[in-house]
């Protein structure tokens, strides 16, 4: 290992037969599989070993994944998924041949060429609505099943990012003030590409809009309320486990502010959801909130 590290500083490449280390011993596998780690955590540039042993690929692929070796962690991921007999996961190609494509394998330039592209034909919410959303509904399912996982979750929401900041970019503007409005993604969800597209229509409906972000905590929800004196409040939430924390914010923010209204959203929300964690509306996509706002800052509901 000492070789290994010097000959890796000073820029060369080693070759090394890992399994002879335990010649002799019981239950090889054990210390071929460590050793391996150790060599290639002090610079091994190739191993002579079986390309079959289930330990030693465990290895590699966990190495690759925590080097940034591994990108979105596909090889890891297709791997974990041929052990687990586990259906999807498999690793996508680098190439697509649609926005939704481009989204769903976490591809953020392409997904922005895209959108580009499309901008030139199609009108930002028919945009948003045909192609950004359908692929974030497929890998949020994907996620709560389980063949889909964390780092394809964020690589997907940023690719959707990509694209929607040149739809933005699109959409018109308006000087109006009709309100204030608090939105945020509730706590322990990191997924707020929902939250971004009612973010900007809001405003482009000439609403004024404190963006709390991701990940939010009921009690800074709560605080945005009271700072800012709104009467309404926008909470999204994409997966079924965050929705406690949805129905947590809405009863500390019902308490507290007997007269704000809470609206929710997002892909795992249905309108009798919503009704049962006592939320003052459902909106079904973005239009829906505006429409709501609309009401609420109006004085009509």
């Not at 791997?79 to 989204?103: N, R």
């Not at 901008?119 to 919410?125: G, H, K, V």
Request: charged share 20%; glycine share 8%; proline share 4%.
């Amino acid at each position: 290992l000492e070789a290994v590290r010097g000959i890796h500083a000073m820029g060369g490449h080693t070759i090394l037969g890992v399994s002879n280390i335990s010649f002799g011993l019981p239950s090889r596998e054990w210390v071929n599989s460590t050793f391996f780690a150790l060599a290639l955590e002090n610079g091994l540039s190739a191993a002579i070993m079986n390309p079959y042993a289930e330990d030693m690929r465990r290895v590699y692929f966990s190495f690759c994944a925590l080097h940034n070796m591994d990108l979105n962690c596909g090889d890891y991921i297709a791997f974990a998924a041929q052990q687990s007999a586990a259906p999807g996961g498999v690793k996508e190609d680098t190439h697509s041949k649609t926005l939704k494509e481009a989204i769903i394998k976490g591809l953020k330039e392409s997904a922005a060429a895209f959108a580009r592209d499309l901008i030139q034909t199609l009108p930002p919410m028919e945009l948003i609505h045909q192609h950004i959303i359908p692929a974030l509904d497929v890998v949020g399912q994907g996620f709560e099943q389980k063949t889909v996982f964390l780092p394809q979750l964020l690589m997907s929401a940023e690719a959707a990012k990509a694209a929607f900041e040149v739809v933005k970019a699109a959409m018109p503007k308006t000087d109006s003030n009709k309100g204030r409005i608090v939105l945020a993604t509730v706590e322990g969800d990191i997924h707020d590409i929902g939250k971004n597209i009612v973010k900007v229509l809001l405003e482009n409906y000439g609403f004024e809009v404190c963006d709390l972000g991701k990940d939010v905590p009921a009690q800074t929800v709560l605080d945005a309320v009271k700072a800012h004196n709104v009467k309404l409040v926008g909470l999204s939430a994409l997966m079924t486990t965050t929705v406690p924390s949805m129905q947590k914010t809405i009863e500390l923010v019902h308490t507290n502010c007997p007269g704000v209204k809470v609206v929710v959203g997002g892909a795992v929300l249905t309108e009798e959801y919503a009704q049962s964690i006592h939320a003052d509306s459902y909106a079904r996509d973005a239009m829906e909130t505006v429409r709501y706002a609309e009401k609420v800052l109006a004085g009509k509901q």
